[in-house]
């Protein structure tokens, strides 16, 4: 399968002759080569066993291909079956349950794991983990302290070492100072991208606000009293206009409005406008607004484009900004030999959010800070009379989730069983497989491709016949756009409500017209969706769009 | 099991013949009375098999009793053996992987099960939800949206919807109406209690200051802004001295100092002073102090309190306040009809957090945060383009987590695998545990039962031979107290890390001397936990006072 898209992305840049060498499974599996060992055929051979392994874990059963859900019911309608509020007096067996679980629940679930669900970023995970969050149900193990944790708690920080060595890559003593430490912290590990978002902002608050010394002292006042004794007349964040939306919830869960949200425009490129960045933050200064932090973005949501981290980075430095950099999606990028230099910069970053149930394959319900100066994390402590002791290796102190699980273990295994060589070849994949959906696209005249893919996320729309020529010159009414929405939201719909192939939709701005455009949004990461499947997916747009002409018409 | 501890209870008591023999299996299995069911004796034997059927799934295998850890390590020995930050180049096995973590690391986990490991409230779960944690895993679904969890999105309302209507009780009517009505929701899933009390909290400051009509133009404003505009000075929480410190966290997320929690004093009986509340509140009003929340706590943390709900929410209702009750801990005791009342006036509180990894024995990682009103929650709203839209099912724009595993499949399993008097039983026994807990320290003289317990939490501490008699006559110098203090907290040490049994401590007031005092704190929850069990944590802790002075004598 990797070499399916691989080999069309070769013929695609008829420049790779190398690579598709280095990828052929007959060539390094060549005996006589075999029987005299060189270091390149060795890497050869270790890197199509890493794929052939690894694509293993993610085909435990027979793939299904055909509904990702059953379709037989409407949305209000599948509601209407979930309406008891009477809790059992008696208990019900466990097969009971179960029995009702599959015929009545189950079968309305989403199959996430689909070959032609590629909306969301939800998708197929290696088999290994489930009978790893087994386990980690029964260790029944809670991380907020160590006397509920212990050898679980050390090897968390130790998984989130690796990570932050990936993004920084300082030295090994600085690791081996740090790793273990109590009060030092290269990281924590949050239920989620959103309470890691928060995080970083919480200390880049706190840091930019107290000073070392009197950090107690003003830690007694409320925020108001604090800005305004500083100088301060308010406070702001600014950023990327594609800004995640947990970082409106951050916004407001910290007590800003979202006029204290202040969005740099993207520039022709459609890459941040580093001089209108540097414009607002000195349009804030001379206001006296205290900038809590610069936010780049690495993969945005609905794009999956990187904002220019180097310059950000500079910008910060210059300044003297907390930088923070929510990559929940796209940091695993840095596997990839290929495709890491798109991430130039990300080590400028004061603190960087990564999502373990997204890129790293792993089960809902794991993300990363990770912090590049282990000391931060001080400045956002609580303690306990009780628990998060000071001076322990607690960390309930330091996380705003208490209670959470050990689903670490589940980063830490995947860290080795994956392994570095073993997401890259995901993360290729995944680029591939969008390079490809992109060109076939582009190909047909049915549908718009809207911006080349920077990763792994393809955007684009249906357009209908009458409107091709229109849209080539430029020349939609507001109308035609409006009425251009509206069919690729149907489509959309139907699509789901179908339950065959699956993307989602998203809302962005079209510069051409300054236009707010509905448009389709597929997220390519699962490594078992085929060619055949990104074609299926169209097909089934356009025959969705026959449809639906047909019910107008009639 | 049940029976050891109801019929010590009941010997102590010496007033429960009734309760005694419908408790008796012997009689409810008398054949004669079988084959002539009367409703009564269908009852009796309901309850006895519904025990029976419980007690099982708690005991999956032989239950381990000897040490909860493996001892021979220290701590800092155990963290140098984590201190690897280079991720692995290419993947291992998972056979290997699995070799490396049961060798190195399991043995050092904690058996969170066992039936002496008595000092967190983490404890036993039932088994079955570790094939149901193996299936969440396999089905990843997120339920940050309908595209992505479907069925088991509705699933989890329906699961909420029960833990409202136990608490609020409201009319079937009521909950046909808002179960599955979007943009109305009687709670939320959180991945803990603290996020929970955050989203409570989020709710009360919004609802608090912005009015329906203009919320959304003062949403542009930072709080700040809004709080000057209302005509306040600033803003704060109110609440009892036994607050967990997840508030204190959810306070200086919001933006408060730790001067804007004001904390109320318990009276001479050791309940929150209502006459002092009420001045506090009137003080507040008279500095022009927003007050975003009156907290009520149900079962603290650390003694298992509970406050006077029923007043508070009086007083409450009197100054207009949002009451919130933190009932992490104490909720489930509602399912006992024999202990209920002591939540009396749960059902004034305006938010209610009950964490599911607690006491509805759930896995780590899963709270819930209702809502009286089931509008409540649009005032803390955030949409997305891509997600989140306004008037769809998706739970994304009203959770502060993002993505979020379907975790609240165990909640809504548990409760119709274990219904509400299998839980009603695991609460009984529990309490029963406390009791016969506290009557034995009382009995030993070397130890001190601070308190009688509320609920099934137990402070007590051990005190030497020498100083009993002045304690009794409360003449303990400073120099003593602190004595004390210092070997109660090298006890609890030294049997952590002996590893056979295990109580946590923490830091009460001592009225009596107006000192903090370190004590023992022991949480009874575990099903299997007898009370030779108990006796085994008394005798270890005084073989441990042995060790101690040997080892300084020599």
Known sequence: MISEFYQFYLAAMNDFSEQIAALSPSEAMNSEQRSQPTRENQIKAEKISTEQRILQYFKPEEIQRGTFTQPDISLDALAQQFKRSELPTYPITVDDYYRQLFQEVLPYAIDTGSPTYIGHMTSALPDFLHDMSKLISKLNQNLVKIETSKSLLFLEREAIAMLHRLVYNFSEEFYTENIQQKNRNLGIVTTGGTTANISALLCARNAGLLSKENSTELLKESLYKVLSKKGYEDMVIIGSRLMHYSLNKAASILGLGTDNIIFVDNNSEGKLNCKQLEEKIQECQENR??????????????????????????????????????????????????????????????????????????????????????????????????????????????????????????????????????????????????????????????????????????????????????????????????????????????????????????????????????????????????????????????????????????
Chains 1, 2 share one sequence.
Request: net charge positive; glycine share 8%.
């Open 289 to 554: 607004l205290f900038i809590l932090a610069l936010i780049g973005i690495a993969g945005t949501t609905e794009t999956g484009q990187i904002d220019p981290l180097w310059k950000l980075g500079e910008i910060a430095e210059k300044y003297n900004i907390h930088f923070h950099v929510d990559g929940s999606w796209g940091v695993p990028t840095i596997f990839s030999d290929k495709h890491k230099g798109k991430l130039k910069g990300i080590e400028k970053a004061d603190s960087v959010t990564i999502c373990g149930h997204k890129q790293l394959y792993l089960p809902q319900g794991i993300s990363i800070c990770l912090f590049k100066d282990p000391q931060l994390l001080n400045y956002a402590a609580t303690t306990a009379r009780y628990q998060a002791q000071q001076d322990t290796y607690d960390l309930g102190r330091f996380t705003i989730e208490g209670s959470r699980s050990a689903l670490s273990l589940c980063l830490h295994g995947a860290l080795h069983i994956i392994g570095k060589k073993g997401y890259e070849m995901l993360i290729e994949q995944g680029i591939y497989q969008a390079q490809y959906f992109a060109r076939k696209i582009d190909k047909l005249k049915s549908f718009e491709l809207i911006l080349e893919p920077t990763l792994n996320i393809v955007n684009y729309r249906y357009i209908p016949d009458y409107l091709r020529d229109k849209l080539r010159k430029k020349m939609l009414t507001n109308a035609e756009i409006e009425r251009l929405n509206q069919i690729n939201q149907e489509i959309q719909q139907e699509q789901f409500e179908q339950g065959k192939t699956f993307v989602s939709k998203t809302i962005l701005f079209d510069p051409k017209y300054s236009k707010k455009i509905i448009v389709f949004r597929t997220v390519l990461s699962n490594p078992n969706t085929t060619a055949t499947d990104l074609d299926n997916v169209l097909e089934d747009q356009l025959r969705i769009v026959d449809k639906i002409q047909r019910t107008k018409g009639g």
